[in-house]
């Protein structure tokens, strides 16, 4: 590779990080779709930016070729962590949890301990009732830093596993918390309701019947 090819490369690196967290955020997806022609008519095997066309393209109706532009992406950049995680979460979005599991845990390979790709891991996880392994997955970055999304879900791991104790405390927490959108607000209340009913029926067992025997 020459000096100007890998500075293109480092560069484009850069550029996407920043513009991924932008236009996803943003869900700016024709701007995402602009950013990434760019880029690939100047260097069609930047796997980076054409992860982000695939993503853009998916997210607008066109998930054929998006999934040939991932699929293209991988094979240019197989170990490029952010490339497995964008396709995985198409996957999802697609209905097959199962690779985006696989791709998942792929890009964690590549990026071993990063937060974003984790909790998407252990949100497929959960969903697909895996809850021994998630609840150390979401205990891991509950000790890292205080994001809602991680404490909830490690909430739900302990409703999973009869631990409701530990879920009521876990969705309470969040709910304290500044930032939190209406639809994880409804989506924890809604987790929170359920926890505590179940341990109000654990906690208060049917009255007893008396049969007169000891009257």
């Not at 097959?96 to 390979?109: G, H, M, N, T, V």
């Amino acid at each position: 590779m020459s000096r100007v090819d890998y500075c293109v490369d480092i560069l484009a690196a850069a550029a996407f990080k920043l513009d991924q967290e932008r236009f996803v955020n943003q869900k700016a997806w024709p701007d995402c779709l602009r950013h990434a022609n760019a880029v690939l008519d100047r260097k069609p095997t930047t796997a980076r930016s054409r992860t982000m066309r695939g993503r853009a393209r998916c997210e607008t109706g066109d998930a054929e070729a998006g999934i040939e532009d991932l699929d293209r992406a991988v094979r240019d950049g197989p170990d490029i962590a952010a490339v497995r995680n964008q396709r995985a979460i198409v996957f999802g979005k697609m209905g097959r949890p199962d690779l985006r599991i696989e791709d998942s845990r792929i890009a964690l390979r590549h990026a071993p301990g990063d937060s974003g790709i984790l909790h998407h891991l252990g949100v497929m996880l959960a969903k697909t009732g895996q809850a021994e392994e998630v609840l150390g997955i979401f205990t891991d970055l509950v000790s890292r830093h205080t994001e809602a999304d991680d404490r909830a879900w490690r909430g739900e791991c302990h409703r999973l596993l009869g631990n409701l104790p530990g879920a009521i405390a876990d969705f309470e927490h969040p709910l304290t918390m500044e930032g939190v959108s209406d639809e994880d607000a409804t989506w924890i209340n809604e987790k929170f309701d359920i926890a505590r009913k179940a341990q109000g029926k654990a906690w208060h067992p049917a009255p007893a019947t008396f049969t007169g025997r000891d009257q």
